[in-house]
């Protein structure tokens, strides 16, 4: 079945450590996000990427990490210099990087709590 | 300044009864689309319909409509019909063309919780 698989589902991380989040895709989509939730919010992005080897900043990149050596994954680094990291982390990918069309397919989210 | 503002927190609606959840964009680019999304509480985002700028009519798919009015600036998402299972939270979201300001990226309201009341 085709879809984006993230890993952990829940992940449980001390302070002052990395963590990193995996997304995997195999829609054949050029690009992919990164997407943070809070509790009772909406979306915000974190980085995208519209081609290998390439990706920007999305409007709250601070402390986080990203990289795209494959189509497949974009795995998000949630480093130590993120002060609030506690959140539902959602990945997505779409079959056109530019353009208006193409919705987003997300996967299922990863729980990160800082302890 | 925000490009998509739903100003409804929760709303409540009878089983069977139609419910409009509320959304308003902000965009200087002739070109975008906008989307609608459900996330139910176990965290899924759920792609329900899709309006283009230049779209001459009302996109539906099967119980959503999306009621666009490009002069106000406003895509409210039309539930006919309420079931249980629409109790979930929605989301509207818009994409910009190359002259946007946000262009490449789907930005995301804040939500709306719908309730469905049997």
């Known amino acids: 079945d085709g879809g984006i698989t993230q890993s952990p589902k829940y992940l449980f991380r001390k302070e002052g450590q990395n963590v990193t989040l995996s997304c995997e895709q195999n829609?054949?989509?050029?690009?992919m996000y990164w997407y943070r939730q809070d509790p009772g919010q909406g979306l915000r992005l974190i980085y995208y990427s519209q081609i290998v080897n390439d990706f920007q900043k999305g409007d709250i990149a601070e402390g986080y990490s990203v990289s795209r050596e494959k189509k497949e994954s974009f795995p998000l680094t949630v480093t130590s210099a993120q002060k609030n990291p506690t959140a539902f982390y959602l990945c997505a990918s779409s079959i056109v990087s530019t353009g208006v069309t193409g919705e987003l397919f997300f996967g299922e989210g990863s729980r990160l709590t800082v302890l | 300044a925000q490009k998509i503002t739903q100003t409804q927190p929760g709303m409540f609606v009878q089983e069977k009864e139609a419910v409009t959840l509320d959304c308003t964009y902000d965009t200087s680019d002739p070109s975008y689309g906008l989307f609608w999304y459900k996330q139910p509480s176990s965290g899924e985002m759920i792609f329900l319909i899709y309006q283009g700028s230049y779209d001459q009519q009302n996109a539906t798919e099967g119980r959503y409509s999306l009621n666009f009015q490009k002069a106000r600036k406003s895509a409210n998402l039309v539930i006919s019909a309420s079931q249980l299972g629409d109790s979930a939270m929605y989301f509207c979201?818009?994409?910009?063309?190359?002259?946007?300001?946000?262009?490449?990226?789907?930005?995301f309201g804040q939500g709306t919780i719908l309730t469905v009341h049997p």
């Open positions: 979201a818009m994409r910009e063309g190359a002259g946007g300001t946000s262009y490449g990226k789907l930005t």
């Open positions: 829609l054949n989509h050029d690009a």
